[in-house]
């Protein structure tokens, strides 16, 4: 069942942010950026709100885990740059865990 409940929730996560990335990527990666950033703030959120196990599974591991990308973090800042990908991946982690915090304040 647990697995089942990862897989719906990645079944959403993913067409979201390969959706974000492709309307919202140029020539910096503002789609990658905000779906880290908001994926962050909810993981916070829901880890906030103690979910049972079967809500973490679907909203957390599946959804979040699926809609956040550290593999599109990494070619991104490789692809900007030694100096421009190293402030956008050190920017990026920073602004994660701010968001992730909040959201676990908001819970």
């Known amino acids: 069942m647990t697995a089942l ?6 079944g959403v ?5 390969f959706l974000a990335g492709h309307y919202l990527d140029g020539r910096y990666p503002l789609g990658t950026f905000l779906v880290n950033i908001a ?3 909810l993981l916070g959120l829901f880890s906030g709100m103690s979910l049972s196990g079967h809500e973490a599974a679907l909203l957390g591991t599946g959804f979040c885990g699926a809609f956040t990308t550290y593999s599109a973090l990494a070619v991104k800042s490789v692809e900007l740059g030694r100096l421009a990908g190293t402030t956008y991946a ?3 982690a920073l602004a994660a865990l701010a968001a992730a915090c909040a959201g676990y304040a908001a819970a």
């Open 5 to 10: 409940l990862v897989a719906l929730g990645a």
């Open 13 to 17: 996560g993913a067409p979201l942010r």
């Open 90 to 92: 050190v920017g990026t």
């Open 39 to 41: 994926g962050s703030f």
